[in-house]
């Protein structure tokens, strides 16, 4: 699967990639045509979802735990799943949920 990673941290981007091992993982910002997005709410702009929506991707986003609004507003865009950063790091089972 081609999965767009939007993470700037890098110990955590290093953390996300190795669960995803036998997936195409590219990081950056600008989406071309990947199949599933992973965003750092905290980092990028909540309002990419619904153009990453509307491109037919599929979303997971995560931000910390105690960010609610972010959350809700992550989940009122069309987020396909939203969690805390404490689970992102298990990307590869959060796969199938969406």
């Not at 990673?5 to 036998?22: D, P, T």
């Not at 980092?43 to 509307?54: A, R």
């Not at 987020?79 to 089972?93: C, G, Y």
């Amino acid at each position: 699967m081609k999965i767009l990673l939007m993470e700037k941290n890098l110990i955590l981007l290093s953390r996300i990639r190795s669960s995803l091992s036998g997936h195409e993982v590219r990081t950056g910002w600008d989406h071309q045509g990947e199949e599933l997005v992973l965003i750092n709410l905290e980092q990028f702009s909540p309002e990419i979802i619904k153009s990453l929506k509307e491109k037919g991707a599929k979303v997971i986003a995560y931000c910390g735990h105690k960010r609610l609004d972010l959350i809700n507003l992550a989940k009122e865009l069309g987020a396909d799943l939203v969690v805390p950063n404490s689970q992102i790091i298990n990307a590869a089972e959060l796969i199938s949920k969406v």
